[in-house]
């Protein structure tokens, strides 16, 4: 199955994406069969921020219509904090969508974890991962929210993170734990800047790695749609 990325939301993420599916891919022995959209994060912000789900259902609606285009059989969102207007963008989309936020819950749940602790832009902590969590219950820093979601999209934007940022991000993660999480979700795609190469001392589960074993089975066709 050919795949199709809506990446540039942000460039550091989309990097991490094409990286991760490429090395599962050839993992697997398979080939892969992979396009890449730019969209405009500054834009993103604006109406995600404004909670303009039409307009960015409209943007990602016209970038899909590329991916067809080149020959895509699918389409993904390269960021959950993008997922805001996920479900009014499946009616205007050309190609099938597949959710990173939809395996997550089972996924959790596979691992034992209960209770889990989430980071990640405002919108996505604020409602607990689009209020799409059954069987798990997230936790956040409620009253840190402006502040670790002003954090995370000043890293995203940038496309690196300062020793500053890391150490804001570390931090509120062992603070959730002590609020009872059983694992740290990296609830944003662009976390892996603070994370990676880390060993902050409590369990992490990137988000951005449940997508990628999704895709990767749909490009193998391991899995169908």
Known sequence: MHIGLIGGIGVAATVVYYQRLATEMTRRGKPLALTIVHADVQELIRNNLADRRTEQAQVYAALIDRLKGAGCDCAAITSLGGHFCFDETVPLSSLPL????T????????QGYENVGLLGTRVVMRTKLYGQLQRTKALALEEEIETIGQSYQDMAVAGHCTEDQRALFLDAGARLMQQGAQAIVLAGTDLNLVFDGQAPGYPVIDALDVHVALLADLASGARTL
Not at 103 to 110: R, V
């Open 98 to 101: 597949v959710s990173a936020v």
């Open 103 to 110: 395996p997550l819950d089972d996924h959790f749940a596979a």
